[in-house]
């Protein structure tokens, strides 16, 4: 069983798949109420490590029906773009209908790069990061386009990472992690979307590898010797509640770091199959609404569902 998102109080989980031929069983879970439902399976032919997904849930939209609740699953191959397209094929699940269908999703940009980041949820809407930018879906009113595509702050490598922190969206940067010559330092940029509707980006923090202070860290590891040992260095996530923390992942070890005070908090080590776990996943964060917790739509029956068009 595999956590894939969280969206208010409800998590979606699935069935690991290894094979193409087979459908994927995904479940919804209130881990609040001890409540969980079974949808029906998504149509074979995409596997999970190769999919992003993305979960989105409007509790209590319409108090005064039957129908409390309603959410959205949305599946986005990670394929490779040999050619430049305004289109992305997705899967996107509907509880009203408890159905899959697949759309031609149109981009206002031409794709240029690979595939897209993980799903995240921000203000009421879905969020992907590609190479292009970060493309705003909604799948609830206008699930055949994105909404529009926020340019980012700097191009981004595949050991960067985007979140939510303190109420905004960040993406971080790091830099200068494989120069033959070890001339220049490894160093991390944090931006800040500090206007929405505009795009506009501001640049919150930039610190050198270098300048990490890592006394009273329980594993001796300092930055010498992350170097001397050419330690692969990742952006894992950020702190959805604190601007100045960024976890970051320094060969075996994974070390909180204060990027004001240019402190590392605490180092652990990891085993690797956790540290490659964590890189892919987003940040989950539980959130309990003010009218409780969020009830379960009621599925009709289903049976082994055909792909929608």
């Known amino acids: 069983m595999r956590l894939l998102a969280t969206s208010a109080d409800l998590m979606l989980c699935c069935q690991d798949n290894k094979d193409l031929s087979c459908s994927i ?9 001890k409540q969980w439902i079974t949808l029906p399976p998504a149509p074979p032919g995409l596997l999970v490590d190769s999919t992003v997904t993305g979960f989105i849930c409007k509790p209590h939209y319409k108090s005064n029906t039957s129908i409390n609740s309603r959410f959205r699953i949305v599946r986005i191959p990670d394929e490779n773009r040999k050619t430049p397209s305004f289109e992305v094929k997705i899967q996107v699940f509907s509880s009203e209908k408890c159905e899959w269908k697949r759309f031609n999703v149109t981009s206002p940009c031409m794709l240029k790069h690979r595939g897209f980041r993980q799903i995240l949820v921000y203000k009421g809407l879905l969020h992907s990061l590609n190479g292009d930018g970060i493309f705003v879906y909604d799948p609830f009113c206008g699930p ?9 702050p700097a191009k981004l490598s595949d050991t960067d990472c985007y ?16 120069d ?20 506009r980006w501001c640049l919150r923090h930039k610190i050198y590898l270098r300048h990490l202070s890592f006394i009273g860290t329980s594993l001796e590891i300092n930055y ?3 170097r001397s040992l050419n330690c692969h260095v990742r952006i894992l996530t950020f702190h959805p509640a604190d601007g100045n923390i960024l976890y970051l992942a320094v060969g075996f070890h994974t070390i909180r770091c204060d990027m004001k005070k240019e402190v590392v908090l605490d ?11 964590m890189s892919l996943l987003p940040s989950f964060e539980l959130v ?5 917790p969020t ?4 599925l009709p029956h289903f049976s082994e569902p055909d792909m929608q068009e």
């Open 25 to 33: 069983n995904f479940y919804v879970v209130n881990l609040l109420t």
């Open 144 to 152: 055949q386009r994105f909404s529009r595509v926020i340019d980012l």
């Open 163 to 178: 979140g939510v922190s303190e109420g905004h969206l960040c993406v971080a940067r790091l830099t200068g992690k494989r």
């Open 180 to 199: 033959p010559d070890r001339r220049k330092y490894p160093s991390v940029s944090v931006w800040e979307l500090v206007n929405y509707n505009m795009g």
């Open 224 to 226: 010498w010797n992350i």
């Open 267 to 277: 180092c652990t080590k990891e085993d690797p199959h956790i540290l490659w776990t």
């Open 288 to 292: 309990i609404t003010r009218s409780g």
């Open 295 to 298: 009830p379960l739509p009621l």
